[in-house]
C-alpha cells in the first residue's frame, strides 16, 4: 500500500493499492519534490466519477506506467470533495489554458506548486487526437529536464494571470425588479420547450434556477416563470434521469431529453431537487411534485443515511454486470427479456409499454432506462405499483453501486433543509428526525469548540481539512430551515455561530465580497473566489442566503447589510448569466420581498390550532419566509418577543420591512398573507 492508506477519503482509499506512489495533498510531498528535483503530477477526482475510474485502471494499475511516475514525478492524489479549494484552483487554471475542464484532473506542477501543464482524462494509447498519458509524461519529464527555464517562465505567467483575473463585482448595490426581470428573460431565451431545462446535451438539473422562477412566480405572479419550472420538473420526472423504481436523480443526462443518464447519484442534487420538488408542490399542488419529493427524500434516507445519522456523498455510476465487469448503468438498465424472467410475459409487456422499455433499447447493448413516456390511455394503478414493487425487488438481487460514505459538510446541511421541509409540508415527522440526526452529527463531530466546521467526517472520524465558505453557509441554511420547522431555537443559534465565521473569516471588509476560503487557511497559489453556481449553490450565494434568513430572524442589521453586499454581484452577473447564478437570483426575490418575517405563538407547542398556524406559515409561498413556532413569551426565537396570544389563542403575526400586520387567528386569513 501507499501513503493514502490510512486517509478518510473513500476516493483516496481507491487507490492506496495503486503501484503508484501516491501522496496525499500535504506540504510534505511538495519537500520531496524539491529534494529530488521533479515535478509534481497532480490527479484530481471524486468517488463516483466514471472516467476517474477508467484511467486508474488504464494508467494507475499499470505497474510500467506507475514505474516511470514514481522515478520522475512526486505523484499527489487530492479527493475534490475533500478540498474544492484546490480543485477550485487548478480547475481554474485548466479552463484558463484550455477553454474547457472536467474530472479527472490531471495538472503538472512545480515544486511551489505552480501548474505549467494541463489536461484531464488521458489514454493509455493515443486516441481520437489525444496522446498518451505515458507521451505526456515523457513529454514533461523531458520538458523539466531539458527547458526548465521555459517550464518556470510558464508557471510563474499561469500564476501572475490567475491573480489578476477579477471577478465582475457589481458593488454594494441590491439587483432591483429591472436585474431580476432581466434574468427572467435570459433565462426564456435559453429554455428548451419541447424537453424542459435550459441548453443542449448534456443536460444538467437547474435545481437554483428553478428555485428562482418558483419565488419570481410568487413575489409577482408571472405564469411564464412557473410554467418553465413546473414543465421542466415534470420532463426530468418522467425522464431516465429519474429513478422511476427506486426515486432519486441521477447525476445529469447525456441527451437533451433526459433519457439516459450519468448514472452516479449524488447527495447534493438530491437535497437540491427534493426541495425543489416539495416547493413546486407548494405553488401548485401537484401531484407528481408530491410524488417525487417525497420518494428523493425516502431515498436520501435508505440508501445514503450512514450509521452516525448524516448523509453519504453519492452512489457510484458503475456497478458489476454480473459478469465480473464494471459497468455503467448496469443497476438501472433493463432489456426486454429481464422484464419477462423477472414479471412473467403479460405484466412485462405492460411494463414495457408503461416505462418505455424496447426491443432496440434506449441505452447500450439492447437495455433500456426507465422512463414515464406520455401515455394514452388509462393504467390499472394496483397492478402498476405490484410491477414498480416486484422490479425493485429484483433490481436489488444485483451487485448495488458503491457508495461513498464520507459526510460533506456543506451537503448535509443541504438535506438538512430538504427534509426538515418536505417533512413538515407531507407530515412526515420521521423525515424531520432524519434532518435533526444529520445535524446533530454535524454539531457533534464537525463543529469545534470555536463553531469551526471540519469539512469532512467518515466513520464518526473527522477529517483534517477545513470547511470552506459553501460548509458554514448551507449548514447555516439548514439549521436555519430546521429551526422554523421544529420551533427549536437552538438551531438558529448555531447558525448564528457558523455565519459568525462568514463575516469575519470569509468576507473582505472592505468591499464585501466573499471568498470560497477562510483568511486564516492554507495558502494555495490563489485565495478561491468563485460566485456562479456550479453542481450546488455557490458559497457566495449561500452565504447570502443565510446570512438573509439569520437577519430576518434577528434584525441584525451586520448580517442584513452583509447579505446585501454580497448580493451586488447578483446584479452584474444576474442578467447576464441567469443560469449559473441561479441561487442568488433567489436570494434576490427574498431580498426584493423583505423578506417577511412570521411569528406564531400558540399556549403550548402541542395546541392543535397552533400547529396548524404554524403549518401554513410554512405553507407559504412568500420568497425566503422565516417562521419562528414557540409559546407565548417564549426566549427560543426573537420573532416571539412582545407577540402575546389573541384572546387567549394561538396567533400568527406578520412583519415585512419594519411593517407588521395585524395578528391573526385564522390560516385563511395567514395564507393570504403569505401567498399560500
Known sequence: MNRLAGVTSPYLLQHADNPVDWWPWAPEAFEEARRRDVPILLSVGYSACHWCHVMAHESFEDQATADYLNEHFVSVKVDREERPDVDAVYMEAVQAATGQGGWPMTVFLTPDAEPFYFGTYFPPAPRHGMPSFRQVLAGVQQAWATRRDEVTEVAGKIVRDLAQREIGYGGTRLPGEEELAQALLGLTREYDPQRGGFGGAPKFPPSMALEFLLRHHARTGSEGALQMARDTCERMARGGIYD??????????????????????????????????????????????????????????????????????????????GTGRHVEGAYYAWTPEQLRDALGEDDAALAAGYFGVTEEGTFEHGASVLQL???????????????????LERRAERPAPGRDDKIVAAWNGLAIAALAETGAYFER??????????????????????????????????????????????????????????????WLDFAGLLLDHVLTRFTDPESGALYDTAADAEKLIRRPQDPTDNATPSGWSAAAGALLGYAAHTGSEAHRTAAEK??????????????????????????????????????????????TLHRTALLGTA?????????????????????????GAPAAYVCRNFTCDAPTTDPERLRAALGG
Open 373 to 391: 413516456p406520455q401515455q394514452e390511455g388509462v393504467y390499472d394503478a394496483p397492478r402498476i405499483e405490484s410491477v414498480r414493487r416486484r422490479l
Open 244 to 321: 422511476q423504481l427506486g426515486g432519486g436523480f441521477a447525476r445529469y443526462s447525456v441527451d437533451r431529453d433526459w433519457i439516459v443518464p450519468h448514472f452516479e447519484k449524488m447527495l447534493y442534487d438530491n437535497a437540491l431537487l427534493c426541495r425543489v420538488y416539495a416547493h413546486l408542490w407548494r405553488a401548485t399542488g401537484s401531484e407528481l411534485a408530491r410524488r417525487v419529493a417525497l420518494e428523493t427524500a425516502d431515498f436520501m434516507v435508505r440508501e445514503l443515511r450512514t450509521g452516525e445519522g448524516g448523509f453519504a456523498s453519492a452512489l457510484d455510476a458503475d456497478s458489476d454486470d
Open 566 to 611: 454580497a448580493l451586488g454581484v447578483v446584479k452584474a452577473l444576474g442578467p447576464r448569466v441567469p443560469r449559473f447564478i441561479g441561487w442568488g437570483l433567489a436570494v434576490a426575490e427574498a431580498a426584493l420581498d423583505g423578506p417577511r418575517e412570521v411569528a406564531v405563538v400558540a399556549p403550548s407547542a402541542a395546541d392543535e390550532a397552533g400547529r
Open 623 to 647: 420568497p425566503g419566509a422565516v417562521v419562528a413556532y414557540g409559546t407565548e413569551g417564549g426566549a427560543d426565537f426573537p420573532l416571539l418577543a412582545d407577540r402575546p396570544l389573541v384572546g
Open 429 to 490: 415527522p420521521d423525515l424531520v428526525e432524519a434532518a435533526l440526526g444529520a445535524a446533530d452529527l454535524l454539531v457533534r463531530l464537525h463543529m469545534d469548540e470555536h463553531a469551526g466546521l471540519a469539512r469532512t467526517s467518515r466513520d464518526g472520524q473527522a477529517g483534517a481539512n477545513a470547511g470552506v465558505l459553501e460548509d458554514y453557509a448551507d449548514v447555516a441554511e439548514g439549521f436555519l430551515a430546521l429551526a422554523s420547522v421544529t420551533g427549536e431555537g437552538v
